[in-house]
């Protein structure tokens, strides 16, 4: 089909890896696992197909990326969320490497939060207004769970682009 972009060799799903003993530190392996399935998956996806909408609801894989940065920020830097929906939405003139490079930033952010983190039961960061804050342990077991989710959707649609499969 002419336009559609050369279908990407299938590559072998590699688990996460071994991390360092320890609750913190297994948990934040397998989120950084996920951060970067994600990125992976979506770096070499050409306009317009990485904005495209795969499904009914208008999920595409820029809006994933830009919705992930935006709930890292949420979550572990307390910076509020005024439109969740927007989070899914890429602005025109946002690009591929430029979303990229935000979701990396609030990755690294987020990093330097939970490595300054002494007890998992602790409160976690939250913006004003929002009620009690989960603890710890809870938002890197829900960013786990979240970053997977849409890892999973990210697998889907980048399979209907190319046919790409595996990680």
Known sequence: MAGRPKRRPRTK???PGWTDPGEKATLRGFLDYLRNSVIEKVA???EPEVRT???ASGTNLLGLVKHLAAVE???FLGEPITNLRRTMRPARGETVEGLI???RHAIAEANEVIDAWTGLADPAP???GRGLPPTRRWVLA???EE???HAGHIDILREQIDGSTGR
């Open 13 to 15: 799903d590699v688990g």
């Open 73 to 75: 920020r949420f979550y």
């Open 142 to 144: 829900h960013m786990i």
């Open 101 to 103: 490079t935000c979701y």
């Open 126 to 128: 939250r913006p004003p």
């Open 147 to 149: 970053t997977a989710r």
């Open 44 to 46: 070499d996806v050409p």
């Open 53 to 55: 909408a795969g499904v």
